[in-house]
């Protein structure tokens, strides 16, 4: 798919934006105190290589950003401009960015990230993303999974202390040195990978928080 013809402005946005952002995420992040909640029998998803498939809400980026720079994690990200953006922050931090999502781009992203999977690269997808509703599963997750015949894991991540922008995902933004807690469910067997059941393993990811605050 050919490259997007940006404005000027988008040009020096995409040239600005991405260095400051992840400069910023990286001394927020330093501050921030983070904490595996897992469940019995389970190893969090930062210590298994991969190849794997996690979901995640969109929502949580911003935390997930700092906490697995440098592991060259393949992310899918929308092609909108927003989500230009997002990609080459999370590039400068580390991460593989996968242009595309289900309105745009979506087979070729799919293909995409599943060579990356084939390549022992552990993938992550935003299961809400790009546009919503939030903290709703869409099917690519599953779709991906039921592709490459794995398992699911998820994972959520909330910052005790956070501002909470009034956007489509209700975007976390932690504040300093707030603690973040990493919830870590039982994954969904291979054989059991739905839409449906991807959404309960968040949801159980979400409720997981509960316990703790």
């Keep these: 798919m050919p490259p997007p013809n940006y404005t000027l402005t988008q040009r020096l946005t995409l040239f600005l934006v991405p260095r400051l952002a992840s400069l910023l995420i990286r001394i927020l992040g330093s501050t921030l105190r983070y904490e595996d909640i897992i469940s019995p029998g389970v190893t969090p998803g930062s210590q298994i290589p991969g190849p794997v498939v996690y979901a995640f809400w969109h929502r949580c980026l911003l935390s997930c ?17 927003d989500g230009e953006l997002i990609a080459r922050t999370v ?28 390549r022992g690269t552990r993938c992550a997808i935003t299961a809400d993303g790009p546009r919503g509703p939030n903290m709703v599963a869409k099917p690519g997750t599953a779709q991906f999974a039921q592709l490459v015949g794995t398992w699911v894991g998820t994972f959520y991540v909330l910052p005790l202390r956070a501002w909470e922008l009034k956007t489509w995902d209700r975007f976390l933004i932690p504040k300093p040195f707030s603690r973040v807690l990493i919830t870590w469910p039982p994954h969904v067997p291979a054989a059991e990978v ?14 997981m928080t509960q316990k703790v605050l």
Excluded: H, W
């Design 91 to 118: 590039e400068r931090l580390g991460f593989i960015a996968i242009r595309g999502s289900s309105s745009r781009g979506g087979a070729m992203a799919l293909k995409q990230i599943a060579d990356e999977y084939g």
């Design 194 to 207: 739905t839409e449906q059941t991807v959404q309960a393993n968040l949801d159980q990811a979400v409720a």
């Design 65 to 81: 950003a700092y906490y697995f720079r440098g592991q060259k994690i393949a992310i899918l990200i929308s092609r909108s401009f």
